[in-house]
């Protein structure tokens, strides 16, 4: 008699069978009760067309496992690659057939891979109630399942957290050539659960399997793959074996095919029921060849979070700046602007051409902004607002007083659309943002006053006066431009000279060069108001400073007197004699 061991290779090697047999899987679709899921894809350049569409076919055949409907399983599918597209929303349809249509008909966007940037607006777009998601209230468990076969070339661990902590349970799927510490960077707990690595395209039915498996009580008795000699017992998702009475399971020998000397494995070999297995020891990787391994790049394989340069060195990496830069006290930030102080009002346009996934960019693109800023009430204040046909303040300059908090309250910005009114905002802007009601330092201090707009197209408005009008004001103005914004409006928003105060950026996706062109323009250090040093009139230390400058004044007030009286005295005695 035989008996099964329970181990996830084992599931692994039962799972190895054809899609095909998953899709003629007799017995009642999965019943999971209602569930938001929602697909984020992989569509990037490195995709292969034929790779495409086996991940097509792979979508296809888990949404003819699951009991879709309206008041059941709702299934939207986005994809990715620099920039983010619905396929189609959780809302959209209620019909597998009609969800199999729309993806059949999908077509890889075939660029950069931006998987920070999908689980962003899987978090703010598609898992929202617009989108046919059902509000938190309701309970209804959301899932994302990021499929991907590469390293993210943007930042992944913090976005994907928010996801979680907003109550998204994450399932990360690599397939090929995916990052490893990166999938784990992204999936819910735990993550033996939620990590699945397939090593190419055609295989990626195994985790259909598993997922399922995870999702649905399905029978995995019935498929009759289970090997059990006696009884098969279903669990979710899993099964055990059970001997008939008067037997006793047996735990399967296993042969030590490591122990025969012919395995290879460059460092160590494990004997399992599909022969000998080779594993490389910590801060390695193991090669394709199955066998060799290659000491690891942690900075390849970790959200590192250096804001320069990452360098490996051993199982651990370090962080290094530019020259003439100087690594922070968090180990991975360069300098910032720590002198001098700015009032910074960042005016965004939220029109529709703008779209959302690009919105989600431009947020991105702010925060990275604020990274370079000394946010605090005594350094540099931002405040942020938006504006399509009508104008909206986010948040003003005195919310805030932290980057993390300004950086949090920038993702959560929705999206308004609509119209292009950036004269409206330009007002706005000159005559609330920055009031001291609205958190802006007295004049009198002499912060300087920046403002920055960002737009991606003509306005439908005049900005003529407003733009004057802000410069007037002593307002320090930049002009952002993204794909068909007018440089003649652009000019016009900016501050002289225009080479200094005006950026451009042919398309959403690479206007991240922008950002040292700001750097240099808005850090107070090394631009506008470097050395300006706020001090409370008040302190001790400063009263003791003004008294003795006033005293030194005073004395040297004295002694020109005194000079002043000595010459009139001579004169007078000049006239004396005269006479």
Known sequence: ??????????????????????????????????????????????????????????????????????????????????????????????????????????????????????????????FSVAEGARPPEARVPRVAVIVTDGRP??????????????????????VQRADVGSLRAMASPPLDEHVFLVESFDLIQEFGLQFQGRLCAIDLCVQRT??????????????????????????????????????????????????????????????????????????????????????????????????????QADGKSCNRCREGHVDLVLLVDGSKSVRPQNFELVKRFVNQIVDFLDVSPEGTRVGLVQFSSRVRTEFPLGRYGTAAEVKQAVLAVEYMERGTMTGLALRHMVEHSFSEAQGARPRALNVPRVGLVFTDG?????????????????????????????????????????????????????????????????????GIGAGTELQSPCECENLVEFQGRTLGALEKLTQNLAQLTARLENLENQLATQK
């Open 458 to 526: 003509r306005s439908q408005d005049d900005i003529s006066v407003w733009a004057a009008r802000a410069k007037e004001e002593g307002i320090v103005m930049y002009a952002v431009g993204v794909g068909k914004a007018v440089e003649e409006e652009l000019r016009q928003i900016a501050s002289e000279p225009a080479e200094l105060h005006v950026s451009y950026s042919p398309d959403f996706g690479t206007m991240t060069h922008l950002l040292d062109n700001l750097r240099g323009s808005i850090c107070p250090e090394e």
């Open 1 to 126: 008699m035989r008996g099964l061991l329970c181990s996830p290779l084992l599931m692994l090697l039962l799972f190895l069978q054809p899609w095909a047999t998953q899709l003629q899987f007799a017995g009642p679709r999965c019943r999971t009760g209602p569930l938001d899921l929602v697909f984020v894809i992989d569509s990037s350049r490195s995709v292969r067309p034929f790779e495409f569409e086996t991940m097509r076919q792979f979508l296809v055949g888990l949404l003819r496992g699951l009991d879709v409907g309206p008041n059941a399983t709702r299934v939207g599918v986005i994809q990715y690659s620099s920039q983010v597209q619905s396929v189609f929303p959780l809302g959209a349809f209620s019909r597998r057939e009609d969800m199999e249509r729309a993806i059949r008909a999908l077509v890889p966007l075939a660029q950069g891979t931006m998987t920070g940037l999908a689980i962003q607006y899987a978090m703010n777009v598609a």
């Open 226 to 327: 289970h090997g059990c000699e006696h009884h098969c017992i279903s669990s979710p998702g899993s099964y055990f074996c059970r001997c008939r009475a008067g037997f006793v399971l047996q735990q399967d020998q296993v042969v030590d095919h490591c122990s025969f000397g012919n395995h290879s494995c460059q460092h160590e070999c494990v004997s399992t029921f599909g022969g000998p297995q080779c594993y490389c020891r910590e801060g390695h990787d193991l090669l394709p060849d199955g066998r060799s391994c290659q000491a690891r790049d942690l900075c390849n394989g970790v959200d590192h979070g250096c804001e320069f340069q990452c360098v490996s060195e051993g199982l651990s990496y370090r962080c290094l700046c530019p020259e003439g830069q100087q690594l």
């Open 153 to 174: 070339q943007d930042r992944v661990a913090e976005v994907a957290a928010q996801a979680r902590a907003r109550g998204i349970e994450i399932y990360a799927v690599g």
